[in-house]
């Protein structure tokens, strides 16, 4: 069974960009998470997707956006980049909201 | 501002010892509490799950659940070098607007041959 996959694995950028990140949930999974993990801050929820629906966000300014396709897989968003948003995003999927979630590898974004 | 608190760490165990990695968490509401393994560069990897008061065993592992003192654990016997990693604890919240899983900022583990 595939895993979580997420794209690109790297991805550069400068203050100001737009950054897009995608994720594709493992086959049967419903729910899409988001998670920022900055140097020295842990895991940090951004947003929560299911059946299509944005479903709970974290404590993230509005330039963190998303939206996940009728297939699953989602796309996260961030606009006009920051310094502070060089980090580590991790996509992860479950089954239903209350169940384990599995994480993909990560994108690791860093704003120049 | 719900909190999952962990102790940085690091901790350090020899190689057959058993490893005692402890969280606590402050809302009494939560219904879901997992273990996560992440290796440095590395993704959170899951290693257990567990939602009722008590002992879960997995092989090497046993997690600890008590909800009356907020308390969960995870107990590695027979370490190995190869668990050096970080040992996130995370627990599933249900507020008024949804789901969250939120993050302790994780133990580091140390196993020394």
């Known amino acids: 069974e595939a895993g979580v996959t997420q794209s690109p694995t790297h991805l550069i950028k400068t203050r100001g960009q737009q950054a897009t990140l995608r994720c594709s949930p493992i086959s049967g999974h419903t729910s899409v998470y988001w998670y920022q993990q900055a140097l020295g801050l842990g895991l940090q929820f951004l947003l929560w997707?299911?059946?299509?629906?944005?479903?709970n966000r974290g404590n993230f300014p509005p330039r963190f956006s998303g939206r996940q396709f009728p297939n699953y897989s989602s796309e996260l968003n961030v606009n006009a980049l920051e310094l502070e948003d060089s980090a580590l995003y991790l996509c992860?999927?479950?089954?239903?909201?209350?169940?384990?979630?599995?994480f993909g590898p990560g994108t690791r974004l860093t704003v120049l | 501002q719900k909190e999952v608190e962990q102790n940085s760490g690091p901790l350090s165990v020899p190689e057959g010892a058993i490893a005692s990695l402890n969280c606590t968490y402050s809302?009494?509401?939560?219904?879901?509490f997992f273990w996560y393994r992440q290796y440095s560069g590395k993704s959170p990897e899951l290693i257990m799950f567990i939602y009722s008061n008590g002992d879960k065993e997995d092989g090497r592992f046993t997690a600890q659940l008590n909800k009356a003192s907020q308390y969960v654990s995870l107990l590695i016997r027979d370490s190995q070098p190869s668990d050096s990693a970080t040992y996130l604890c995370?627990?599933?919240?249900?507020?008024?607007?949804?789901?969250?899983?939120?993050f302790g900022k994780g133990t580091s583990l140390l196993v020394t041959p």
């Open positions: 997707y299911d059946e299509g629906e944005e479903r």
């Open positions: 809302d009494r509401g939560s219904q879901s």
């Open positions: 995370a627990v599933n919240i249900l507020s008024n607007s949804g789901y969250a899983l939120n």
């Open positions: 992860a999927s479950s089954f239903q909201p209350v169940d384990e979630q599995f």
